[in-house]
C-alpha cells in the first residue's frame, strides 16, 4: 500500500484522496481504458476548429472522469515558426498555456528524445512558462508524439506529484499511439504525398494567420505563385515519373533557397505556392524572387541517359498589405500576375498591380463582348491579299472582324485578348475554319479563280490554345468534309510563335498532322518571339510571314535591314516560302525584291476588305497590272499606317 500525502492544489476544491491504494491506482488505470474506449467508440467529427477530434475526446475524458488529472491538452509544433501552438485543452483556457518562442529546451528534448518527461511545480529547474499552472496541478507531463512532417506534444497536469509514475507512464502509451496516428492522418490531409510539402489546404491556413501577423506587427507578405516552364513536354517526352522527379527536386531546390520560416506549398499539378512572412519592403521580397528563379535557373537535372533538362520557373507575386485582399483574393492576384509572368516570356516574375486588374478586367468584358457577338453572328471574315513582289495575287489572308450593334466594324485590337481564352479560342476558332472554308467553296461554285486558273488559297490564323486542343483536328476536318469543294492544298493554317512555347512537341505533332492532309502550314510574326531558329528547325512549315515591325522601317533602319535579309536568306536555304507583312510603299518593295523575298501582304497592295469586294478588287487589280508597265506596277501609293490588319 502506498502512503500518500493530503494536498490541496489551490484553485481547486476537491479534497485528494490521503491514501492511493492498489484499489485506487486499479480504478485510475480502469478510468485511463474507459476514456480511450470511449474515445475510439464514438464517430469522428468536425469540431474544435482546426484540433483532431479523437485527442479533443482523450482531452476532455481524463479531465473528466479521473480524480487526479487536473488539465490535459496538447500543442501542435509550427516548423515554419519553430513554436508550439496549443490547440486544445480541457480543465484550462488554451490560451493561458504560453508556451516560449522559441521552443525552450525541454520542449525540444522531449520532441527529440520522443520520451514521456515529467516535471515538477515549484521544483527551481522547471521551465517559467509550466511553473505558471502551479496553481492547477503539482505536477506536469509532456507525451511528444507524431512524425517528422507534423509533430506534437501531449501534456497531463495532476494534482500530486509522481502520480503518473505511480499509474504506469507505460499506460499512457495508448494515447500516445492515438496522437501518432492523429498527427499522421492529419499530414496526409494537409501535405502532398509527392514532396511531402504542405498542401493547398494548410498553405490557405498559414496564409491567413500570417496574414493576421502582418497586420498587427505592420510588416509585408508577399504571396506567391510558381509553374515550372515546360513541364508538359517534360511529362510527354519522358514520362511521368520522370515528371515527379523533377516536382521532387524542384521543392528541394526552392525550399534550400528559402529562408526556414517562409512556406513552400504544392497545390496542384506543376504550380508550386509561397510565403514570404515578415519582410520590412519591397525590394526585400523581389531579391527573394530573383534568388529563387537563379536557383532554378542554374540547375541540370539528369532524368536519365543522354537526358539533362535544364529547369526554369514563371513566378506570379502580391504583396499584403499594399495588396489589401482577403486570403482567397491574394491569391487570385498572384494567379494573375503569374499569369502576366508566362506571357511575358517566362523564366521571370511579375508583380500583380491596379494596372494588371485593369487589364485583366478589360479582358473580361471583351470576352464577354465577343462571346455574345458570336452567338448572336456578328463576327465575320475579312480577306487582304498577298501577291508576289512581281504583283501577281497569290491568295488572301482571313482576318477576324466583329459587327457591333450598331453596324460599326472592329478590328481584333479591340477583342484580340479573348481569341485566345478558355472557353472562347475552339468556338472562335471553329467559325474561322468553318467560315473561310465556307467563303472558299462559294468563289469556286462562282467560278472565281486567280492568274493561271490557280484557286483562291486562303490563309487562317488559329490561337494557340484551339491549336493545342485536342479536338482541333477534328474541327478542322469538319470543316472541310463540310465543304468538298474545297482543295486543301489552298487552305492554309497560320499560327504566332505563342504556340510553340507553350508546347512545341504537341504543335509539332498537330502541324504534322496538317501537311498529312495537304494542307500548308505557316509560322506568323515572324522574328517577334522566342527560340525562333528551333522553330525553323522543329516545325513542319511551308511558310513563314516576316512581322511588320521589322519591314516597316527596312529602308531607314540597318539594323532591320539585316534582320529581314537574314530571315529571308536562312527560310530559302530552308525550303521555306517567305511573305513579308506590313509592305506599304514603292521603297519597301523594290527592297524586298532585291533581298529575294518572293511574297508581300501590305497597304501597297489593299487594305483587308469584305469577302463581295474580293472578286471585283481583283479584276480591277488585273486590269491596272495589264496597264501599267513592271516598274509603274511597283511604285504603289504610300498609304501609311498599319499595313498588315489584324
Known sequence: MTIMKTRRVRGRQDALPAILDQGSIDDERMTLFRVLQDALAEPVTEGYGTADPLLCRICQGLVRNSRMIRLACYL???????????????????????????????????????????????????????????????????????????????????????????????????????????LGLRAQALHDALTGLPNRGLYVDRLAHARASAWRRRRLLGVALLDLDGFKQINDHYGHGAGDVVLTRLGQIMRDAMRPMDTLARIGGDEFALLFIDMPCLGDIEALCVRLLDALRSTWLSLGEAADVLLTGSLGLTVYPLDDGDPETLMRHADLALYAAKAGGRDQYHIHTLDLDRAIDADFRAGEVVRRALAEGRMCLYYQPIATIDGDVVGFEALLRLVREDGSVLKPESFGAALDAAGLARPIGRFVLEAAACQMEAWVRMGFELAAQRPVRCSVNISAAHLLNTLFLEDLRGALSAHPLVDPAAFEIEITESAPLRDLEGVRRTLAACQELHIRTALDDFGTGYASLTHLQRLPVDTIKIDQSFVRDITDDPKDHAIVSGITHVAYRLGLNVIAEGVETAAHLRMLKALGCACVQGYALAKAMPAADVPRWVRRYARRQRAWSRRSLVTGVDTGGNSREG
Open 76 to 182: 501542435i509544433v509550427d516548423d515554419g515558426r519553430a513554436v508550439l501552438i496549443p490547440e486544445f485543452a480541457a480543465g484550462i483556457e488554451a490560451s493561458l498555456v504560453r508556451v516560449p518562442q522559441p521552443l525552450a529546451d525541454p520542449l525540444r528534448d522531449a520532441l527529440r528524445d520522443r520520451r514521456p518527461t515529467p516535471h515538477v511545480l515549484g521544483d527551481p529547474g522547471t521551465p517559467s512558462w509550466l511553473q505558471a499552472l502551479h496553481t492547477l496541478a503539482a505536477e506536469v507531463v509532456l507525451f511528444p508524439f507524431g512524425a517528422a512532417t507534423l509533430r506534437g506534444v501531449g501534456m497531463v497536469g495532476v494534482a500530486e506529484v509522481g502520480f503518473l509514475n505511480r499509474i504506469g507512464l507505460d499506460y499512457f502509451a495508448a494515447f500516445t499511439n492515438l496522437g501518432n496516428l492523429a
